[in-house]
Structures are given as C-alpha cells and as structure tokens.
C-alpha cells in the first residue's frame, strides 16, 4: 500500500539552529517545506544563507514571507536606532524581538494547514541561547496546545506537533548532531550584524555563542568575521 510522505514545515532562519533543526526533521523521514521570514531584520544575508541551506538540504518547497515587523521596532534587530549590544545583559536583552516566534510559528501553523502537515520544526533553545521568553519549553508546549483550539484539523482531532529538537542541547552538541547529519555550517549565518559579504561581527551575542559551539564541539569554525 502507498503511504503518503510525512511533511513537516521547518521554520529556517538560515542560521547555525534552524539549518540543523531541518537535517534532523529530514533525517526522521519528513519531507521539509521550509519557510523563513523577511521581517524587517538588520540584514538580508541571513535570508541568502537560508536560501543556501535550503537548497542544499533538499527541500520541497521554501518560501519567504516578508513581513514588517520593523514598523513596530523595540528591538535592536528591528530599529537601526538601537544598538545591537557588544557584551551580555542582565534580564532579557535589546535583540529580543517582541512576539517573534509566536507570530512565526502562526505562519508556519496555517501553511502546514494547507499543506496536510502536522508536524512543525523550530530550531529554539533554551540552554545557550540569550534569554528569550519565546525560546522556553513553556512557550513550545503553549504554542501547540494553542494549534490544536485554534484550526480546523485540531478541532477534528489530526492533532499538530511542535517539535523543539534542539531545546535542551548546548550548541556544541547541537554542531556535533548537525556534522553528524552531514550540516554544511559554511552556509550559514548567526549574526545579529552580519555585513553584506555576510560576514559575523563576532561580538554580538550570537556570535559568541556560534564560536564557543564550535570550540566545544571540537569542530572547525567556518564562520567568515568582519
């Protein structure tokens, strides 16, 4: 008998997390439509290297929503005007972008929808990570909860799963399961700053976290810097 592929829709940001939450979400049998979002942010190299990434991974489909969060601002991934800061912060830092991942994982909730999928993959952490309330296992576990009231199929009981898989792992651990599944990091972006050569500042949050994965992991670090 014919069986119809599992699809999964990945949210993919084309940085270090999300390109390895979409090898594991293929490596577990998924065919992969991946969507990332134009939303305002910095710079557009993250979305080259997401374009990079998809491609190299074999997806079914990718899709770019632009989206203007920008036009609200409030965080320095939004608003020029505030600085992206160059050393950590107490409490929840100026890259926290207000509600991003929920309205992101609303997107990808109505294309799996339309898709027939019921499986999302969102490469959020929670260990090395910078803080963000929208990152927490609380908040994945709420967001599916919210799928399943909140459409049609939930409410015929073809239940969504939000996948987490990299929520409790370091990022060195995350590096070595991505090299593991064969991840090409070289295509990737984490920079909050990245210039137009996609070059990594190699200050800003992100970037430390980047490099000290790579130094725990044991791995080389192809991350061209500034």
Not at 2 to 16: D, F, H, I, M, Q
Not at 132 to 143: L, Q, S
Not at 174 to 189: K, M, P
């Amino acid at each position: 008998m014919n069986r119809e592929p599992k699809r999964a829709v990945v949210l993919l940001s084309g940085g270090l997390d999300s390109a390895t939450a979409l090898a594991m979400a293929r490596a577990e049998g998924y065919t992969c439509y991946a969507l990332s979002m134009q939303y305002g942010q910095r710079h557009s190299t993250e979305l080259d290297a997401a374009r990079r990434v998809a491609q190299a991974q074999g997806v079914a489909e990718h899709i770019v929503v632009p989206l203007a969060l920008d036009a609200f601002g409030g965080s320095a991934l939004t608003d020029l005007d505030i600085d992206v800061p160059e050393e950590s912060e107490e409490g929840i830092p100026v890259t926290y972008v207000p509600a991003r991942n929920t309205i992101f994982l609303s997107l990808a909730l109505g294309w799996a929808e339309v898709l027939g999928a019921r499986d999302i993959f969102v490469g959020v952490n929670a260990v090395d990570y910078s803080g963000y309330p929208d990152c927490r296992p609380e908040f994945i576990n709420a967001f599916e909860n919210l799928a399943n009231l909140a459409t049609k199929a939930g409410m015929e009981g073809d239940r969504f799963h939000i996948h987490a898989p990299l929520i409790k792992m370091t990022k060195g651990e995350i590096i070595r399961e991505g090299v593991r599944l064969g991840v090409d990091y070289g295509l990737t972006v984490s920079c909050y700053q990245a210039d137009e050569q996609g070059r990594a500042c190699g200050v800003c949050d992100s970037c430390r976290f980047r490099a000290q994965g790579f130094t725990e992991a044991g791995v080389e670090d192809p991350t061209p810097y500034q």
